[in-house]
């Protein structure tokens, strides 16, 4: 049974509006790119912002034009892949957003929305606002892994996890690389993402033999990839859709700074 308040919603969710678009649209990474403005109609507020691109697209196909590239994969905040700065916002308005779960709801008919992609060097657009981040797969290539003697499964609990340190693993963990804090920062610092892959290996008793070699190898791989010094503003924190900590990132410093000293 739907109740009246559930059928005004419904309602509400199917009327339709308008906004325009300014995306910004690039052939690739050695061309240069501009800004296009596009109006969208039909859109409902239950709409995700990535049903309204693809709007979009269905439109430019029938004119005959070449549709807009984004990214995106799961559709349900888990995997990373999607990503844009909307209106100047890393996936979009309000904190610890993602840009598949953002509805149509937050906008107005009418609005003028600018749609960009990630504005980082180290991430190479590779077409309108799709960016190349291999990056920070590089950077878990340096040192974000445990070594491990393959064989059997070990008896589970032969290694006893403090209850404290199996959750702040696991809160570091679910860091999916979206790239928004790096997005984010003033300074193209990608602190907030190596402090969340440090902590989560290096708290639990796994990855602790390797700490220190583990540190010095994931903040050299960030400098060597070209991201900035840790401006200490927060923006990360806040555009982080897994709402990581940025106390993870005065934790990397001092690991970093004990690994240079040879510390235990
Ligand atoms: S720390 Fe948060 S914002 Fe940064 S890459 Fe990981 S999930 Fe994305
Ligand atoms: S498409 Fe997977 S998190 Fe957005």
């Known amino acids: 049974m739907i109740s009246g308040k559930e059928k005004e919603m419904a309602k509400k969710a199917a009327k339709t509006f308008s906004v325009q678009l300014r995306i910004w649209r690039q052939t690739n990474r050695h061309t240069q790119g501009r800004i296009v403005q596009y109006q969208v109609n039909g859109i409902t507020a239950d709409m995700t912002f990535l049903d309204m691109l693809e709007k979009l697209n ?8 070449i549709p807009v ?3 995106a994969n799961c559709r349900e905040g888990s995997c990373g892949t999607c990503g844009l700065i909307i209106n100047g916002e890393p996936h979009g308005p309000g904190e610890h957003s993602v840009t598949c779960r953002l509805t149509m709801k937050n906008f107005n008919p009418g609005d003028i929305i600018t749609v960009e992609p ?7 657009i590779v077409k309108d606002l799709a960016t190349d981040r291999k990056a920070l797969d590089r950077i878990c290539e340096a040192g974000g892994f445990i070594s491990a003697n393959l064989g059997s499964s070990p008896e589970a609990n032969a290694i006893n996890v403090p209850k404290e340190a199996a959750e702040e693993a696991l809160a570091a963990a679910s860091c999916t690389g979206c790239g928004a804090c790096i997005a984010a920062c003033p300074n193209g610092s990608a602190a ?4 969340a892959k440090l902590a989560h290996l ?17 903040v050299r791989a960030a400098e060597k990839e ?4 840790c401006c200490n503003n927060g923006a990360c924190e806040k555009a982080c859709p897994r709402g990581i900590k ?5 934790k990397m410093h001092r690991a970093y700074l004990r690994a240079l000293l040879g510390m235990k």
């Open 58 to 65: 269905e439109k430019l196909l029938k004119r005959g034009e």
């Open 69 to 71: 590239v984004f990214e």
């Open 118 to 124: 990630w504005r980082i060097k180290s991430f190479p």
């Open 192 to 195: 907030l993402f190596v402090a």
């Open 202 to 218: 290096s708290i639990m008793p796994q990855g602790e033999p390797e700490k220190n070699s583990r540190a010095i190898a994931l």
């Open 226 to 229: 070209g991201f900035g010094p």
């Open 246 to 250: 940025k106390d993870l990132i005065a």
